[in-house]
């Protein structure tokens, strides 16, 4: 059974700082791609960064230079890394995988940014 838990969500300055992590279980971690998309109110989810098993990595042009994904396989941990934060970052940021062909989400963390 595959389970995303996402963690590290909250209030934050724009400017400011925050670290999302993503525990996974269920799958061979090393070798899947993990994205972090977020979905803001009214709008579509969107991806927001992605990365290969091999480590290489893609992100939306609204946050390059600015976010940063990384994985630690020994953890079975995807992160993201935000600075600058904008208050059009503001967001639930979900978590994502694929197994099969199928698609699997985390519940999702909150971040808000204040401006």
């Known amino acids: 059974q595959v389970q995303l838990v996402e963690s590290g969500g909250g209030l934050v300055q724009a400017g400011g700082s925050l670290r999302l992590s993503c525990l996974a279980s269920g799958i061979i971690f090393r070798i899947n791609a993990m994205g972090w998309y977020r979905q803001a109110p009214g709008k579509q989810r969107e991806l927001v960064a992605r990365i290969t098993g091999g480590g290489s990595t893609m992100y939306a042009d609204s946050v390059k230079g600015r976010f940063t994904i990384s994985r630690d396989n020994a953890k079975n941990t995807v992160y993201l890394q935000m600075n600058s934060l904008k208050p059009e970052d503001t967001a639930v940021y979900y978590c994502?995988?694929?197994?099969?062909?199928?698609?699997?989400w985390g519940q999702g963390t909150q971040v808000t940014v204040s401006s």
């Open positions: 994502n995988t694929g197994l099969y062909g199928a698609d699997y």
